[in-house]
């Protein structure tokens, strides 16, 4: 059994199966609270814990979902099912113009604009026409189900733990899959990930929707559990406890979602016994106690509480995964090989400028198939920037540039990557926690189809098969293979760069950009990237790489280009180059080598 889904199942069994028998009603009406407030957390753990987005305003959500079935079935008379899919339907299109509106708002901004439409659904509940004010909507129907009327605490704990452990299964699929791994790529802001090839702003807006269709069934579950509704659920208070819950259970893990909501819930109720005692008055004084707790938990553990407890049973979660045995699939589709010396790549007049600064002045390259060009010059040269400038992810102040005769300068990053073009980082840009294979995984991204829906049921087992063998191979290439489990961010540094090659090998390119691969390399290790890059080169891939280690460069090297103050000092044959009086002056004879 695959160890991500050894929980939902342990829990739903416990939890529907035994507790309904064996729970008095106290506890389990507390259960249900708790299964409640999880499923709106596992969304929450895709959108902010993997994702990287804040919201405040989940709580909303859950809201829309309550409302919707509410209205539906007094008003209209209609089936809680109807009210369901009504909820569903609304939240999705909210929850789209919302994202559309607010995603794009970058740093702090986004959990700001989350705050207002916290606020602002909370009070369209209390006062738009139809909703029963601040009062409320009471009388909802039961739910029933074949013939099962769904109306005891007993019953909603089967129904809301069922629905637990499907959500759990859904998403612990679509965070081990093609898509997972996109939006594990978002955390650390959408640079690399448009280098791969994702669309990340399609990528924030799904897992929004996402965790809101999460949060809009656990609103449905709540108005036919309580058999009304009113605006005080799903206010800012209860949006800023959600986050509380996966910030203390540990919000990059399923099992956090269900801990902190288990560990809030059991808390507030413990605490609203107990602190009016202590304090001999009634007052919020949980409030205070939730704060001082997650500082506690931001200071001592600050991937939250499930973390800490699953590092201490390594025999039921061990901390390498090791996904090798699922990489067997058949090869993915390939570009036909070049003939060397077509022409790949050509840059005309680009120049770029930061404010007064010129970091790119008026320069050209051409690159061709099956060829190893060097672009070197002292730090600050613009080499960086002109691989920015490349590769979509800085716009050209002025310029041109052509790959395979199409014009891509103006393209975003991700479009440039898809016509062929793949790239390293000189600031090494990988996921430390996830594997060397699923890091390398990630560069097929453009290379797969499976959507959300295929792989939340896991229907892409043939395709991920064929992705993690394609990881492995390039792996196997770079010379990592007994690393491949390893997280790579336990990786040296220079070995780091190393699997950034694999990452943009595995996107099938045709030219390959690399910025200073050897650095941080020793000796051995520099003359195997040597051997690979000569090896690519008969395969008729281009390779534009900036470097500094001269004698590395020599050996490799076809062509060089070289900078200095944004522009082009000289190019030509390693030789030539080594032996031009300007380059020895500038370069050469410098500190900078
Ligand atoms: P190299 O890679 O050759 O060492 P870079 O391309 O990184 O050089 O930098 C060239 C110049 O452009 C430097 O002076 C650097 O400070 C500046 N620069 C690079 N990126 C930016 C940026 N995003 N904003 C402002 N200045 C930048
Ligand atoms: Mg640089």
């Known amino acids: ?97 919302l994202g559309l509106l607010t995603l794009r708002l970058s ?105 809101a269709l999460l949060a809009a069934v656990s609103g449905w579950l709540y108005a036919h559990m309580q058999r009304f509704v009113n605006p005080t659920p799903f206010a800012l208070t209860m949006g800023i406890e959600y986050l509380f819950m996966i910030l203390l259970g540990g919000a990059s893990t399923l099992g956090g979602a269900v801990l902190g909501a288990l560990m809030i819930t059991g808390l507030k109720e413990w605490l609203q016994d107990l602190l009016p005692m202590v304090f001999g008055q009634n007052g919020n004084y949980d409030a205070i106690f939730f704060g001082g707790l997650i500082i506690l938990c931001l200071i001592y553990a600050r991937q939250g509480v499930w973390p800490v407890i699953i590092s201490r049973v390594p025999f039921l979660y061990p901390q390498k995964r090791n996904l090798a045995h699922l990489a067997d699939g058949a090869p993915l589709e390939q570009r036909p090989a070049l003939p060397a010396g077509e022409s790949l790549l050509v840059a005309e007049g680009v120049t770029k400028k930061f404010g007064g600064l010129v970091a790119n002045n008026n320069m050209s390259l051409h690159i061709k198939s099956g060829q190893v060009t060097a672009l070197i010059g002292p730090n600050g040269a613009g080499k960086s920037t002109l691989f920015n400038l490349l590769t979509g992810l800085l716009p050209l102040t002025s310029g041109r ?70 990881a492995k191979r390039q792996i196997e290439r770079v010379g990592l293979a007994s690393q491949m489990n390893e997280p790579a961010g336990s990786l040296a540094l220079g070995q780091q760069r190393i699997v950034e090659i694999a990452r943009a090998l595995c996107a099938d390119p045709y030219l390959l950009l690399l910025d200073e691969p050897a650095a941080g390399l020793r000796h051995l290790e520099k003359e195997a990237l040597a051997q690979l890059l000569a090896r690519l080169r008969t395969e008729g891939m281009a390779v534009l790489m900036v470097e500094h280690d001269m004698d590395f460069l020599m050996g490799v090297a076809d062509y060089v280009v070289v900078m200095e103050f944004g522009q082009k000092l000289a190019e030509g044959l390693p030789q030539e180059i080594q032996e031009n009086p300007k380059v020895l002056a500038a370069y050469l004879g410098g500190e900078e080598v």
Not at 174 to 192: K, N, P, Q, Y
């Open 401 to 470: 540039v052509e790959f395979r005769g199409q014009r891509i300068d103006g393209l975003a990053s991700r479009k440039i990557a898809a016509l062929g073009m793949s790239r390293s980082f000189q600031h090494v840009r990988l996921i430390p926690t996830m594997s060397v294979l699923e890091n390398v995984a990630l560069g097929a991204h453009m290379r797969g189809h499976a959507g959300y829906l295929r792989s939340g049921l896991h229907w892409e087992r043939t395709e991920e098969a064929s992705i993690l063998a394609e």
């Open 1 to 97: 059994m695959k160890r991500s889904i050894l929980m939902p199942v342990l829990l739903v069994v416990l939890c529907a199966v035994f507790a309904p028998y064996f729970l008095p009603e106290y506890y389990l009406s507390l259960l249900n609270y708790i299964g409640l407030y999880s499923i709106v957390a596992l969304g929450m753990v895709l959108l902010t814990g993997v994702g990287g987005l804040t919201s405040f305003g989940q709580a909303a959500f859950v809201g829309i979902g309550a409302y919707a079935t509410a209205v539906l079935t007094t008003s209209l008379g209609m089936s809680p099912w109807l009210g369901l899919i009504a909820g569903l339907v609304i939240t999705g299109l909210i929850a789209t113009l």
């Open 107 to 211: 740093g702090h901004y986004l959990p700001i604009g989350t705050l207002a439409w916290g606020i602002s659904l909370y009070y369209l509940f209390g006062t738009l026409p139809h909703l029963g004010g601040f009062s409320g909507i009471s009388h909802l129907p039961a739910i029933s189900l074949f013939g099962w009327t769904i109306n005891t605490s007993q019953d909603f704990a089967i129904l809301i733990w069922i629905v637990v452990g499907v959500a759990m299964w859904l998403l612990s699929n679509l965070l081990d899959s093609r898509e997972g791994r996109a939006i594990r790529a978002l955390f650390g802001g959408s640079v690399m990930a448009e280098a791969m090839g994702v669309n990340t702003g399609r990528s924030k807006l799904l897992i929004f929707v996402y965790a």
